[in-house]
């Protein structure tokens, strides 16, 4: 059987930006966004709302059962009800039988590429783990303040593992800045390192970033990592599906992007890039599987059969029992957006604007404000963070200043329990979940957009907030 070819939304330079809207104007009429596509679709709770999309995914009704029986209760549904999914083996050949091919410029087809179960374990753990670091301890890695949780604590590993031989350096940023502006802080970081006789080596940063979430200058960070002679290490986690990523003109050392959370595939299903230069560097999977190659020329039993492939991708292609039959999904799922939906542009462009419009009416609804830059370049994606009229006291005793003067106020003792609280109201008694943060001495709410959501969801999300905040100025969080 010969392979099938998958088309990911991961443009080259060589690909026109009219291709997308010539693929829409081929259909007789996509479907409009909102609530009716929501029932019809998806397989949601009635009474759940879903404003966390960036956090999990869902999937539509139309995308079929994976091979490996996963069943239709994982599907839309609320975290605290999800089922586990049943791991059952799946043929090796799956790395063939579905691959994506974007047309790359300058590597062919298919040999760059390779499906992982997510970003953060397979992708951004892989590469920290398979750099040689020099024995002088001068290397580091760097990393902004709003690198997802899981990939700092991968840098702290690497960091505690090799045992002083590279070392990590954060920097900080202050959102809402411009994009220049982040791009001026890693170049004075790099500049910063040099100058105390550290040799960094590479930069691990978002396509979009978590918390906040906002669309981060992946393409200009790359390029300012490539003048520096750094390794780029893009987190896409939140990307595939949301933002435009050209990879042949954007052209990083690695990247890598979940599939299962803005493209509607079923989880766990991710696209680890690594460009044909640096494989050599990918000596083996985390964990190490039957891919991997010796050195030295030992042999081990393999049960894999022959094959002409690639190191690389062999490596992937088989690391033990897993479920990787979310990958079978991937070629369903762009079609259903392409046929469905209308296609990437404008499945981009309308959840673009109603995260920009919903986020929007939840600060006027609060009386606060969005997070966003004089360009607007922060907004430029799905997802839009709202201030809530909370702020958290000073460490150091110091009094508020500012705006955030004029807000009820809270030790930051209580700052954890009071999150936690308003998760589990909203949860509990809204049937909602929106993920809560402190940044910059104030609480924060994330929104996701998506198509099945309607800015009737964002207003209901402003009065439900608004509500939970009233509670906690109560003090109702101490009482339970």
Not at 68 to 75: C, N, V
Not at 227 to 232: A, I, N, T, W
Not at 349 to 361: C, H, W
Request: proline share 7%; hydrophobic share 40%.
């Amino acid at each position: 059987m010969a392979p099938t070819q998958v088309e990911l939304p991961l443009r080259a330079k060589a690909q026109a930006d009219g291709d997308a809207s010539q693929a829409e104007s081929k259909l007789s009429g996509p479907v409009a966004f909102g609530h009716a596509l929501r029932d019809e679709q998806f397989l949601f709770e009635p009474s759940y709302r879903n404003l966390n999309h960036g956090s999990f995914g869902t999937i539509p009704r139309p995308i079929p059962n994976p091979p490996s029986g996963t069943t239709s209760s994982l599907r839309g549904i609320r975290p605290r009800t999800a089922s586990i999914r049943v791991r059952l083996p799946h043929p090796s050949s799956t790395g063939s039988r579905v691959r994506h091919r974007p047309a790359y410029v300058n590597d062919p087809p298919l040999r760059p590429v390779v499906f992982v179960s997510n970003a953060n374990l397979w992708g951004v753990n892989t590469v920290l783990r398979n750099l040689a670091w020099h024995a002088d301890g001068r290397d580091e890695i760097l990393y902004f303040d709003t690198l997802y949780g899981g990939c700092a604590k991968t840098v702290d590993y690497v960091v505690e593992d090799r045992a002083g031989k590279v070392a990590g350096r954060c920097i900080p940023l202050g959102y809402p800045c411009e994009d220049a502006e982040v791009v001026a802080r890693l170049v004075g970081a790099v500049e910063a390192a040099v100058e105390e006789g550290k040799r960094p080596r590479v930069c691990v940063f978002d396509v979009v970033s978590s918390l906040p979430g906002v669309r981060f200058p992946f393409e200009a960070v790359t390029a300012a990592c490539r003048e520096r002679g750094l390794l780029s290490l893009i987190d896409g986690a939140q990307g595939v599906g949301m933002v435009d990523i050209d990879l042949g003109k954007v052209d990083p050392d690695f990247f890598v992007s979940n599939c299962h959370k803005w493209l509607h595939v079923p989880r766990g299903c991710a696209v680890f890039y690594v460009p044909l230069r640096n494989q050599g560097m990918i000596r083996s999977t985390v964990p190490t599987s039957h891919g991997f190659v010796s050195s030295a020329g030992v042999k081990r039993p393999n049960p894999l059969p022959p094959s002409n492939k690639s190191e690389f991708v062999t490596a992937f292609e088989f690391v033990g029992t897993l479920d990787n039959s979310p990958y079978l999904c991937v070629k369903e799922s762009i079609k259903w957006r392409e046929e469905v939906l209308g296609g990437e542009a404008r499945i981009r462009d309308a959840l673009t604007a109603l995260a920009r419009e919903g986020g929007k009416r939840v600060a006027e609804i609060l009386g606060t404000e969005v997070m966003d830059n004089a360009s607007q370049s922060l907004t430029r994606c799905s997802m839009v963070n709202v201030a809530l009229p909370l702020a958290v006291q000073p460490e150091d005793g110091k009094a508020l200043e500012g705006e955030l003067a004029s807000l009820p106020s809270f030790p930051q003792s209580d700052a954890g329990t009071i999150t936690h609280w308003m998760l589990r109201k909203l949860l509990d008694d809204h049937n909602t979940f929106i993920a809560l943060y402190i940044y910059g001495g104030r609480w924060w709410a994330r929104l996701s957009a998506q198509v099945y959501l309607e800015l009737e969801d964002f207003e209901w999300a402003g009065e439900t907030l608004k509500s939970v905040c009233e509670r906690v100025v109560k003090g109702e969080y101490k009482q339970e």
